[in-house]
């Protein structure tokens, strides 16, 4: 394997990604696209016309976010996208996504939805 000379391990290295677009996910999920502007020493990154992007089956949708500073500690993963390979997902209105959004958690609800509808309901006796 090939390290970059000199070798910056940790946050350190995302230097290397100043002025790149990046993808960026969180602890909660989200996955925020942007460009990488600024870095600190605990991690906290400041991206510039971030995109949110949303994801079903083979469809996405993305929501502008502008400007963000988002701290190092509710970063989970951070990486430069390469434009150039095709991902094979199609981009749709938020319009769209939500009809999409819909028919998915039609077909396939959500487990915790599906525990609380199944459960018998209590009675006082």
Do not use: W
Request: hydrophobic fraction near 40%.
């Amino acid at each position: 394997m090939d390290l970059p000379d000199p070798y910056l391990p940790g946050a350190i290295s995302l230097f290397e990604q100043l002025d790149k677009k990046l993808l960026v996910v969180l602890r909660d999920g989200r996955k925020l696209i942007g460009f990488l502007r600024s870095i600190d020493q605990f991690a906290n990154l400041i991206l510039e016309d971030v995109v949110e992007r949303t994801f079903v089956e083979k469809y996405f949708c993305e929501t502008s976010q502008g400007f963000m500073l988002i701290r190092g500690e509710n970063v989970e993963l951070a990486g430069e996208i390469d434009d150039s390979i095709p991902t094979g997902l199609t981009q749709v209105s938020p319009e769209e996504f939500r009809r999409i959004e819909d028919d998915f958690l039609a077909k396939n609800p959500p487990k915790f939805l599906k525990r609380q509808a199944d459960k018998p309901e209590e009675h006082d006796a």
